[in-house]
């Protein structure tokens, strides 16, 4: 695509860039917020934005806008699992965020143990269990915690701990995942506290510890403000904090995370850095008023539209340092 000079004028705009938003998973509402903030992020700095509330003539409607790139700021399936990934890689599309074999290996709890834990990763062990044969037994000794293998944000996660109203077994008639999902991921409960690392680029940010008011660090304690309070950076050992950095960094390197990405670990402080286990890596993290992402790079000086602009950034340079910038 032209000659060096003219990359180079692309990669620092202004850009006419298509902010794909919304879709139909549980993630939808988050979706939306983190979309409109990009869009008005990316309008400010002078560049051209086209918003793309994505539905099932998206394909046609990216290729009719004929964007320089398009901000994914989809949440959840199909736009963080590989599906939507594929499709913009087949219509030559460049984009911001992680490609298709990423996507798909980590928006998958198991797949990304089995990527990971081989290289030194410490994650919980587990194991994939159907839903109905918890109604006949516990898969593992209680406290454990079940969840949807391929969801985000905390979408069904339930603790199951012998104090818990979901009886003994799991009674079927009981609200839970159980309910919603042929197939969950059973972890042992770690006790402790929840941390997340942001990492951007190459670039591991700072660690903030999350304390939900109530219960756990769930779907509503994460996007409704005031539920819980964001310590940033947290108030923890700082062997603990460069652990948390250091392996944050290396699942993004390993995943082949583009832009932002955040892990997010469970704490037994009790245990000291033993105790320290990463859960997921999320490779299209939110971009929401409330998300962690945007609010690590702010106190390192990073402000919201300059978080946006590097992570495009990173997606235009990827595609020129391919052969044929395509």
Known sequence: MGNSADRNAEVRGPWHVAVLMGGWSAERSVSLSSGEGIAKALESRGHRVTRVDMDRDVAIRLHETKPDV?????????????????????????????????????????????????????MPGGQVVESASLFERDPIPRPYVVKPVNEGSSVGVAIV??????????????????????ELLAEPYIRGRELTTAVLGDEALLVTELRPKSGFYDFDAKYTDGMTDHICPADIPDDVTEQCKAIALRAHQLLGCKGASRSDFRWDDTQGIDGLFLLEVNTQPGMTPLSLVPEQAAKLGIDYAELVERIVED??????SRPGGK
Not at 315 to 320: P, T
């Open 315 to 320: 997606a235009l340079n990827a595609k020129h």
């Open 161 to 182: 701990t012998n104090e818990s109203n979901f009886s003994n077994p799991i009674g079927r008639d009981v609200e839970g995942p159980w309910q919603h999902f042929e």
């Open 70 to 122: 398009v901000f994914n700021a989809l949440h959840g399936v199909p736009g963080e699992d590989g599906t939507v990934q594929g499709m913009m890689d087949l219509m030559g599309l460049t984009y911001t965020h992680s490609g298709l074999a990423t996507s798909v290996i980590a928006i998958d709890k198991q797949l990304t143990k089995q990527a990971l834990v081989p290289h030194g990763i410490p």
